[in-house]
């Protein structure tokens, strides 16, 4: 009789089976189907910091057309802003606006609010934590206006350019953050060009920021190319809007809370129409002056009797 086989040897030898099962299937979406290698791309791309930066641009009622034509300046070199409706400018216009921040899914907002037909106030806010900034808004120039020789491309993203005076100060290094996550267009935002082509500048003079905008000229012939990091033939030329930002206040939070800052040299534009008016009142009060000092002259000092007015009454 033969000998049994030991359990061992029967399983080494034994086939091994290969595993016929089906793949795993690929996750299904909206857009289509995604490999597990594509979600692990997607989640190291999300652990990257992605700027969402939105702004919200708004007016109060009874705005004039030249401050409504500076906000749509404004609008049109920002592509990542979202323009709304006028508000009315109440003292609850902060809960409105905050409001309408988060409804339009924003995280910052700048306010333009105007006074008297003539003083333009403009809210720079953080929402919904803060700080705000509240400015006056001067010397403003629209580029309807100007009528300036530079064009650039709408929706190109801006070269941030800021004097050293911004390095000074607390107030101003806040601001000049605050600038630059206002004006500073996200990179690969869905409206904006990927490239550079405008330069906004802010600088500080006399305590009030200037804002200019430049666009950057490159010759385009053949010859007269430009090498990479070549500067000498490049040139700004100014397309405008202008205007001057004064600050009044710096707040803790949105459209209001403590006061961080308040500027002691602002002088509200009621206080220079109201020294203005007294100077014009000044002149008229020192001709009436003169006047009744001329009278009290005449009075005290009377004219002598001419002895020839009677002369010829006797020859009649």
């Not at 500076?70 to 802003?81: D, R």
């Not at 000498?232 to 004064?246: A, H, Q, S, Y």
Request: charged share 30%.
């Amino acid at each position: 009789m033969g000998k049994k086989r030991k359990h061992s040897e029967t399983e080494a030898a034994a086939p091994v089976k290969n595993d016929d099962s089906a793949p795993e299937r690929p996750k299904r979406t909206l857009l289509g189907w995604k490999d597990k290698k594509e979600d692990a791309e997607e989640t190291k791309a999300a652990s990257v910091f992605r700027n969402k930066e939105k702004v919200l641009v708004t007016c109060s009622r009874r705005i004039s057309f030249r401050y409504r034509h500076l906000m749509l300046n404004i609008v049109s070199l920002l592509p990542h802003c979202k323009k709304d409706s006028k508000v009315e400018a109440k003292s609850s216009k902060g809960e409105t606006l905050n409001e309408l921040v988060e409804l339009k899914g924003s995280s910052s907002c700048l306010f333009f609010e105007c006074r008297k037909h003539k003083d333009l106030y403009m809210w720079m806010v953080k929402s919904p934590s803060g700080p705000s900034v509240k400015f006056l808004v001067n010397a403003v120039h629209t580029m309807e206006e100007l009528k300036l020789t530079g064009n650039h491309l709408k929706g190109s993203r801006p070269l941030l350019t800021f004097s050293s005076n911004f390095d000074k100060d607390v107030h101003w290094k806040l601001l000049k953050e605050m600038l630059t996550q206002v004006f500073g267009i996200p990179k690969e935002h869905r409206k904006s060009k990927p490239y550079h082509d405008h330069v906004f500048a802010f600088s500080i003079v006399d305590d009030h920021i200037w804002f200019r905008n430049y666009q950057i000229s490159v010759p385009h012939n053949e010859a007269d190319k430009v090498a990479r990091g070549g500067l000498d033939k490049m040139t700004l030329v100014e397309v405008g809007p202008r205007f001057c930002l004064n600050p009044i206040k710096i707040f803790g939070s949105s459209f209001g809370g403590p006061t961080l800052y308040e500027n002691p040299f602002y002088v509200s534009p009621n206080q220079i129409r109201a020294l203005e008016k007294r100077n014009k009142a000044g002149k008229f009060a020192k001709k009436i002056k003169a006047k009744t000092r001329r009278k009290m002259h005449e009075l005290s000092n009377p004219l002598e009797p001419d002895e020839f007015v009677d002369m010829w009454k006797d020859d009649e």
